[in-house]
Every structure is written in structure tokens, then in C-alpha cells.
């Protein structure tokens, strides 16, 4: 899990293998934002499974975010 949608963004945990967290939005290169412990971070799409339906999610990608940086 990262502070931002990219590996550029600090770590700031790990997930173990089967977690479920909700999802709160997207980012426009593949990243989902998610509330771990109450806290919004983010995580790679290229890590995850989705269940339910996702294709409304908000995107939240940050103003600045360059999208090669995925």
C-alpha cells in the first residue's frame, strides 16, 4: 500500500494475501484508492481482485499525477 497511485508514492503498509477492503476510487493509471483501518491509501490495480461492481468508481487521480508513473 502506497501514500499515492504509483510506486513513486512512499510505502506506507503491506497487505496480506485474501484481504478485503473497500474500495473508495480510482486513478486514471491503474490505481484504487482503499480504507485500510481508516485510513485512505492506495493500492495497484496489477495486485488486486475486485468483487462487486467497480465500474462507477470516482476517480480520484491526483491533479498533478503523471500518468507514465503507473
Do not use: H
Request: hydrophobic residues 35%; aromatic residues 8%; glycine residues 18%.
Amino acid at each position: 500500500m502506497r501514500n499515492g497511485p504509483g510506486t513513486e508514492f512512499g510505502i506506507v503498509g503491506t497487505l496480506v494475501y485474501g484481504t478485503s477492503l473497500s474500495v473508495n476510487g480510482k486513478s486514471n493509471n491503474g490505481w484504487f484508492q482503499v480504507v485500510d483501518n481508516g485510513q485512505l491509501v492506495w493500492v495497484s490495480g496489477s495486485v488486486t481482485a475486485l468483487g462487486g461492481n467497480c465500474d462507477n468508481l470516482a476517480d480520484m487521480t491526483p491533479a498533478n499525477l503523471n500518468v507514465d508513473n503507473g
